[in-house]
């Protein structure tokens, strides 16, 4: 089974795909990560002169710089909108994070299932770089209260999932 979890940032994405793989084996490496090392860390060094010392720094750091994420993942997927998504697909059952509106309907077909993932009550929708359009998410999880709360609704979630 391959997922795909969308959402703004702060929301839960990692967490809930953390729950996925530690209840139900499925895979995830951070697709942040991934996007680090082949893709951000070079492109920020060339177009901005930031370097970092390790790939875990550039990772670390990318709170600070999401619109020069999004411009390296664009310039990097300019000519195959999947391009990213399949290379964490050739690693992880799971995709966490992508951001783009081109690269979302370009990718769709290489997931079995899109979830959402939301928490407006606890952070605002304020980031500009996330353009995926939430509405074409299969299941969207709301995830606005405390911590102990998310795994059952995973739980409930995969159920559904699995009994399609």
Not at 45 to 69: I, Q, T
Not at 141 to 151: A, H, I
Request: proline share 4%; glycine share 6%; net charge negative.
């Amino acid at each position: 089974m391959k997922l795909l979890i969308l959402g703004h940032g702060r929301h839960g994405k990692d967490t809930v795909a953390d729950i996925i793989a530690e209840d139900y084996g499925l895979t995830t490496n951070s697709s942040s990560m991934i996007a680090s090392e082949q893709v951000v860390q070079p492109y920020l060094a060339d177009n901005y002169g930031l370097h970092y010392v390790s790939v875990e720094a550039c990772f670390d750091d990318r709170h600070n710089h999401r619109e020069k994420w999004f411009e390296a993942i664009s310039a990097f997927n300019a000519d195959d909108p999947a391009a990213l998504a399949r290379q964490v697909l050739d690693v992880s059952d799971i995709y966490v994070g992508m951001r783009c509106d081109r690269e979302f309907f370009a990718a769709r077909h290489l997931f079995d299932f899109v979830i959402g993932v939301t928490a407006f009550e606890r952070h605002p929708a304020l980031d500009p770089t996330f353009l995926c359009p939430l509405g074409q998410c299969d299941f969207i999880l709301t995830n606005d209260g405390p911590e102990e709360d998310l795994r059952p609704k995973v739980h409930e979630l995969m159920e559904r999932l699995f009994n399609l």
